[in-house]
DNA sequence: AGTTTCATTAATTTTTCATTAATGGAATTA
DNA sequence: TAATTCCATTAATGAAAAATTAATGAAACT
C-alpha cells in the first residue's frame, strides 16, 4: 500500500482528489497548509507528494526545494493554474516527475499517480537477496524470520526480524530513532518510539548468547549494533 | 548517453524533435513508419520510445502493446493530438509512463524526458559516507558519536560532540565564545557560557591520550584547538 | 468458540546527561 | 600587589530518555 501526501489548499479540489486517491486503496494524508509540509514529513514516509504549487502563505517551489534537500529520493507532482511554459520548465529542473496543470482531470491524475507508483516497483532497489546473515556466532535467516545459533534456532517475529535487518545493514552505525521508525513503522510518533525501545529488548535478549554482539543506544539519537570482530 | 526511439511520421515535428534531443546528448533514433518499429527494435536497445499515436497505417495503441509484449521494461511516452479524455486514460492503462497532447511544445517533452530518464539512474542504494576524521592519534566519527584511539572507542555525548565537531572544522583557528554558544546552544547567555566551560573540561579529558593536542584558552574571547602536526 | 501469537500500550525502574552550583586558580588591570 | 574578572574543575541536581516487565487486545490459527 503505498503513502501519498497531497498538498493542496483549495477545500472542494483537495476532497475530491483525496477521495479518488483512497478509492484506488492508496493510503492519503491530505494537508492543506504548505508550512506544515516539513513537520509532517518527519513524522511520515511517503511514496509520492503530490504539491499545488500556487496556495495562500506558500510558494510550492521553494518548498518543493526544501523537500528535495531532506528527502532527495521522494518524487513529487507538481499541480497548478500557472500554465506557463517557463513555469513547467523550472518545475522538472527542480526535479518534478509530472507537472499538471488545472483544470485537473482527478481520473488523469490518478493514472498518472499510478504510473508513476508501478514504475516505483520496478526501479525500486532490487529486493536484496537474502542469504544468510552471519553475525558474531549466530546466522541470522531474514528470510525465515530466523536466528540461528550453534544448532538450535530462534524463531523471530515479523517486527523484531525488520529491525534487526535494519540493524544489520547498518552495522557498526548509529540508526537514528527516526530512520528506524520510518523505514519500519512508516511514522514517527511517540507510541511506536516506545514500541521500538521493546523490540530493542527482545533483540538484545534474543543475542544475548554472544557477548561480542551489543545493541547500543546513543542517548537522544538511536542505536547502534556493534559486532566483535 | 541514452539511446531514444522517436516513432512520428510528420516530418516538421519529428525533425524538430530529433533535433533537440541530440542537443541534450540523447543518442535518437527517429522513425517516421511505425510498420517497421519491431524490426528496428530488433536490433536496438533503447532506453525510451516516444510514440505518435495517430499515424497512417498504424494504430499507435496497437503498436504500444506489441512493444509491451516483446519488451516489457522498456518506457513509452504517447504523443497525440487525440485529448479525449478516454484516449488518456488508454494510453496508461496500456503502460504509458506519459501522454502529452498536441500541439507539442519540444521543450517541454525535453523536460519530461529527461526527467524519466534521471529516475531510471536513482537506483543506488545508500551512499556509505565516511565523515571519520583523523585528529592526532585520535580519529573522531561524529556521525556516530565517537572517538578512536588505539583500538578502543569513547563514546561522546551529543553535546560533546557538536562541540568537538565545532573545534575541529576551525582546528588551530580562535572559535569565539559567542560562535560556539550561538552555533550550537543557539543562544549567547551566562549559563550556556558556564556549560560551556563544563564541556571543555570533557574534552580535553576525553583528548589527554595525545598531548600534542590542546584546547587553549584565549582569555576574554575563546578556544583553539591545537593539534601538533 | 477457544487458543495462540504478537504488536502495542502501560507502568515502573534505571540510566544518562545537560545544566547549575560551588570552589579555587589564572590572567588582566589598576 | 590588590582587585577584579575570567576559567577550570568537580560535584550535585533534576529532567528527559531508555530499559524492562507486564497488561491489553486484535488477528490468525485450531
Redesign the pocket.
Known amino acids: 500500500m503505498y503513502k501519498i501526501l497531497l498538498v493542496e489548499d483549495d477545500e472542494s479540489l483537495g476532497y475530491l482528489l483525496s477521495e479518488y486517491l483512497k478509492m484506488k486503496q492508496l493510503d492519503v494524508v491530505w494537508e492543506k497548509n504548505g508550512t506544515k509540509v516539513m513537520a509532517i514529513m518527519e513524522q511520515n514516509l511517503f511514496d509520492l507528494i503530490v504539491l499545488d504549487v500556487m496556495m495562500p502563505h506558500t510558494d510550492g517551489f521553494a518548498l518543493a526545494s526544501q523537500i528535495k534537500d531532506k528527502h532527495p529520493n521522494i518524487p513529487f507532482i507538481f499541480l497548478t493554474a500557472k500554465s506557463l511554459k517557463i513555469d513547467v520548465l523550472k518545475g522538472f529542473s527542480l526535479g518534478a516527475i509530472d507537472y499538471l496543470k488545472k483544470p485537473i482531470d482527478e481520473e488523469e491524475l490518478v493514472a498518472r499517480i499510478m504510473a508513476h507508483l508501478s514504475r516505483l516497483e520496478k526501479t525500486s532497489p532490487v529486493p536484496p537477496q537474502d542469504d544468510i546473515i552471519p553475525i558474531g556466532t549466530y546466522d541470522f535467516d531474514s528470510r525465515n524470520h530466523m536466528l540461528l545459533h550453534k544448532g538450535d534456532s530462534i524463531?523471530l517475529?515479523?517486527?523484531?526480524t525488520e529491525l534487526l535487518k535494519h540493524l544489520i545493514q547498518h552495522k557498526n552505525n548509529l540508526c537514528s530513532?527516526k530512520d528506524i521508525l520510518l523505514g519500519i513503522?512508516g511514522n514517527n510518533d511517540y507510541?511506536?518510539?516506545?514500541?521500538l525501545?521493546?523490540?530493542?529488548?527482545h533483540l538484545?535478549?534474543h543475542l544475548e548468547k554472544d557477548p561480542t554482539i551489543k545493541?547500543?543506544?546513543?542517548?537522544?539519537?538511536?542505536?547502534i549494533l556493534k559486532v566483535g570482530h
Chains 1, 2 share one sequence.
Open positions: 524463531r517475529t515479523a517486527r523484531e530513532h513503522w507510541f511506536n518510539r516506545k514500541s525501545n521493546v523490540f530493542i529488548t538484545r535478549k545493541i547500543e543506544n546513543v542517548h537522544g539519537r538511536g542505536f
